[in-house]
């Protein structure tokens, strides 16, 4: 059964950094590309980044370009979210999702979120 | 950044009723276009993908149709557990953007 498992979150003060852990069981980690996609209290979905399969190519939103970092651990099937600069407008559920179609992209597998509140 | 935009943004409708959901594209997007369902407090779960294949393990009363710029999520026979919201994504191009959603209640 895929799995994955979103950790990280909290209450942080503006300005400050959080990193987020997506751990991924079930299947062939490495061989995904991985997204992360995050939704404001009461709001709709809204895509934050993505990385390919070997960790080499990554996209970001604009809203996030230069303060957040994705990246990955093929070893420890785990993908990583680097949150700096963090201002309120960034306080979201996080859901970590698995790209599983061939043409195009489609998350077959989301994790549970993980809520990260930044407030002072 | 491709616009998405679906209509209408919540609907009231009774078990057994045909529910049909539009997403309207600000650009062409060929069938590069993808439905989820998300419950409360829940993750969105994947019922369409490229416009008309339905997700493995997807009751085949959800159906998806279109190309280019509108597409169409149906759902023939309204079922007590499709209560939930909505969300069409297109993955044409970065960065990826999903439609504000729709919400569907209980008439």
Same mark, same amino acid.
């Given at each position: 059964? =895929?799995? #994955?498992?979103?950790?990280?979150?909290? #209450?942080?003060?503006?300005?400050?950094? #959080?990193?987020?852990?997506?751990?991924?069981?079930?299947?062939?980690?490495? /061989?995904? %590309?991985?997204?992360?996609?995050?939704?404001?209290?009461?709001?709709?979905? =809204? %895509?934050?980044?993505?990385? $390919?399969?070997?960790?080499?190519?990554? *996209?970001?939103?604009?809203? =996030?370009?230069?303060?957040?970092?994705?990246?990955?651990?093929?070893?420890? $099937? *785990?993908?990583?979210?680097?949150? $700096?600069?963090?201002?309120?407008?960034?306080?979201?559920?996080?859901?970590?999702?698995?790209?599983?179609?061939? $043409?195009?992209?489609?998350? *077959? /597998?989301?994790?549970?979120?993980? #809520?990260?509140?930044?407030? /002072? | 950044?491709?616009?998405?935009?679906?209509?209408?943004?919540?609907?009231?409708?009774?078990?057994?009723?045909?529910?049909?959901?539009?997403?309207?594209?600000?650009?062409?997007?060929?069938? &590069?276009?993808?439905? &989820?369902?998300? +419950?409360?407090? +829940?993750?969105? +779960?994947?019922?369409?993908?490229?416009?008309?294949?339905?997700?493995?393990?997807?009751?085949?009363?959800?159906?998806?149709?279109?190309?280019?710029?509108?597409?169409?999520?149906?759902?023939?026979?309204?079922?007590?557990?499709?209560?939930?919201? &909505?969300?069409?994504?297109?993955? &044409?191009?970065?960065?990826?953007?999903?439609?504000?959603?729709? +919400?569907?209640?209980?008439?």
């Amino acid at each position: 059964e =895929v799995q #994955l498992v979103e950790s990280g979150g909290g #209450l942080v003060q503006p300005g400050g950094s #959080l990193r987020l852990s997506c751990a991924a069981s079930g299947f062939t980690f490495s /061989s995904y %590309w991985m997204h992360w996609v995050r939704q404001a209290p009461g709001k709709g979905l =809204v %895509w934050v980044s993505r990385i $390919n399969s070997d960790g080499r190519t990554t *996209t970001y939103a604009d809203s =996030v370009k230069g303060r957040f970092t994705i990246s990955r651990d093929n070893a420890k $099937n *785990t993908l990583y979210l680097q949150l $700096n600069s963090l201002s309120a407008d960034d306080t979201a559920v996080y859901y970590c999702a698995r790209d599983g179609c061939t $043409n195009g992209v489609c998350y *077959t /597998s989301w994790g549970q979120g993980t #809520l990260v509140t930044v407030s /002072s | 950044d491709i616009q998405m935009t679906q209509s209408p943004s919540s609907l009231s409708a009774s078990v057994g009723d045909r529910v049909t959901i539009t997403c309207r594209a600000s650009q062409g997007i060929s069938d &590069y276009l993808n439905w &989820y369902q998300q +419950k409360p407090g +829940k993750a969105p +779960k994947l019922l369409i993908y490229a416009a008309s294949s339905l997700q493995s393990g997807v009751p085949s009363r959800f159906s998806g149709s279109g190309s280019g710029t509108d597409f169409t999520l149906t759902i023939s026979s309204l079922q007590p557990e499709d209560f939930a919201t &909505y969300f069409c994504q297109q993955s &044409y191009s970065t960065p990826l953007t999903f439609g504000q959603g729709t +919400k569907v209640e209980i008439k």
